[in-house]
């Protein structure tokens, strides 16, 4: 992977949307689309070294690390693909990770 998350962001590999229907109907492409940007499940795939790194942190409270499962707030960040392998990545502030799922 040839991205490296720099600031306060943190970058996220996004669950796979469906191209169907729960009964098998294929989705327009247009649908899929909205989807995408509106999913809010993923995991962490890399932090920039200013990630979570706030003076207000709880003391003792775990900080989200690479490998979690998160939810991020809906249409938050950017799509960017790796110029390496070609997969689509977001992009997007720390801050808009709202929880992590364990």
């Given amino acids: 992977m040839n991205i490296e998350p720099i600031e306060f962001n943190c970058l996220i590999r996004q669950d796979e949307i469906p191209k169907r229907t729960k009964i098998g109907l294929i989705l327009p492409e247009d649908q899929v689309e909205k989807r995408k940007h509106a999913q809010t499940l993923g995991t962490l795939v890399a932090t920039s070294p200013l990630a979570f790194s706030y003076a207000d942190w709880p003391e003792g409270a775990r900080k989200p690390e690479v490998g979690d499962r ?27 990770i709202v929880a992590v799922i364990r």
């Fill in 70 to 96: 998160v939810v991020f707030a809906r249409f938050a960040g950017t799509f960017v693909d790796d110029p390496a392998g070609g997969e689509e990545f977001r992009v997007l502030k720390d801050k808009d």
